[in-house]
């Protein structure tokens, strides 16, 4: 295997096991740190700047492996169409292997640039994922805290009804009170005019006063 065809199988073995480790049952609060490390890091960024050249030799590959692939295959068929076919069990075998390698590097480049699709799909929609869930957290503490300020609410309303009443039944008594007061003050008066009345027809004086 040629350097850059062993450098795509290496690179196909980092995609596998990111995905392993994207797709793993990881906590909350875990996945929420990884996936912001992954999305705010420069270095992260210009690792994924890299592989996105990368992956543009890597497509080229693939169409070149793929046209090998076909042009081999071609070949093999129509020395098997021969006259004399593959007699040779040498020119047989060299048939057989350049197919293999031809197919094997097609396989190799496909699953890597079908793998980082693949990635950068699941990245993406777990990204969404955790944003959802933020989002729903803050809307679940918002709506807590407008259940405790409701019911903060209620409770100063009924307090305030409660003072209300209190001071209504205060003020109705005061009223009570000066009522009172007045009909004594009256009484008194009337009392007094009666006796002074009296006094005079019996010819008595009275010091007597209500106060």
Request: hydrophobic share 40%; aromatic share 12%; net charge positive.
């Amino acid at each position: 295997m040629t350097i850059y065809y062993s450098l795509t199988f290496l690179l196909l073995a980092a995609e596998m096991v990111t995905f392993c480790i994207f797709v793993m049952p990881w906590p909350y609060q875990i996945r929420k740190k990884l996936f912001h490390f992954l999305s705010e890091s420069k270095i992260v960024a210009k690792v994924a700047y890299a592989l996105k050249i990368s992956f543009i030799f890597i497509f080229i590959l693939f169409v070149d492996a793929t046209q090998r692939m076909f042009r081999v295959t071609s070949e093999v068929e129509l020395a098997k169409s021969g006259a004399s076919g593959m007699q040779d069990v040498r020119t047989e075998t060299n048939f057989a292997a350049r197919k293999f390698y031809a197919q094997r590097n097609t396989y190799l480049t496909g699953f890597c640039l079908f793998l980082s699709l693949v990635l950068t799909r699941t990245f993406y929609i777990i990204q969404e994922l955790i944003h959802t869930q933020e989002e729903y957290g803050k809307l679940k503490n918002a709506t807590s805290s407008k259940s405790r300020g409701d019911l903060a609410s209620g409770d100063q309303s009924k307090q305030i009804e409660d003072l209300k009443r209190q001071l209504a039944e205060s003020q109705k008594s005061g009223r009570d009170f000066e009522t009172l007061k007045k009909q004594s003050a009256q009484q008194a008066a009337e009392y007094d005019r009666l006796a002074e009345q009296y006094n005079k027809e019996t010819g008595k004086t009275s010091n007597k006063r209500v106060d």
